[in-house]
């Protein structure tokens, strides 16, 4: 693995991978990104809310509302949460994260995985691997740690 | 998982002791963060590299006409008398001489 790649990020130039004519350049998981993701997830939770709103009385409701803002303040949410990592274990969450990488909304990603699945899984892969700190690896052999943040 | 405060802490780290902006830190992988910004270092505060060889770069002693050319360079500068230029050259040779008779002699 390049040293040089890990330690320019997001400021070196990216991997690319190219279908059908484009070419998808991709970014390295960075801050911003983890933000996205907790964000994306809090948003399903709060999607998912809205959908047991009807079983709940208002009080109720509210309470859960506020619930949800607190476990979001908390970091419940994070990439590094196990709400965060339980969701990449699901292949929504997986999509979240390739998409972001790649640069391309969720059913385009789905597309280019219907023919090209390996290629996109181990680019998504290496491009995890250069984001996250080489500590973070130990995680997959700690069988009391919460899982590696791998797609 | 950090704590919020932990978390805060770090960023605060970043963003005072290397002057990085929020921008920045926002473009920064997790990787850069842990293995550059946070990277173990010596008791005096020099990057130690995970194999144990302390990154610096060595000293080197410089040639005679190394010494010269930076002569020549601050004597330009600083306007200095022909006399007193030829005087420090001269300074630098027996010094130079000294130690190669020095060498010579281990």
Redo the contacts between chains.
Sequence with gaps: MSALS??L???GAQHTFDHKGKTYKLR?????A??AFQKHLFGKARAAAMELKSAMDQEAYAEHLAKLNDDF???EY?L??NRGQKYLQTTAGQLFLASHIFGADDMELVNVMMERADEVVALVKLVLQ???????KAKESDPNG?PATTA | ????AQ?KAVVATLLDHFHLTIDD????????????YCHKRNKDGSIEADDGVAVKAPERELTLSEEIHQLDILAGIFNWPAQMVADAKAKLAAKFSSKDAEKHER
């Design positions: 890990q330690v990020g997001n400021a390295m998981l960075d801050q911003a983890k933000d303040i908390l970091g994070s590094e949460s250069e984001s996250l700190p080489a500590a973070s919460q | 998982m950090p704590s919020p978390m830190y926002a473009r920064l992988t997790d990787r850069q963060i842990v293995e550059l």
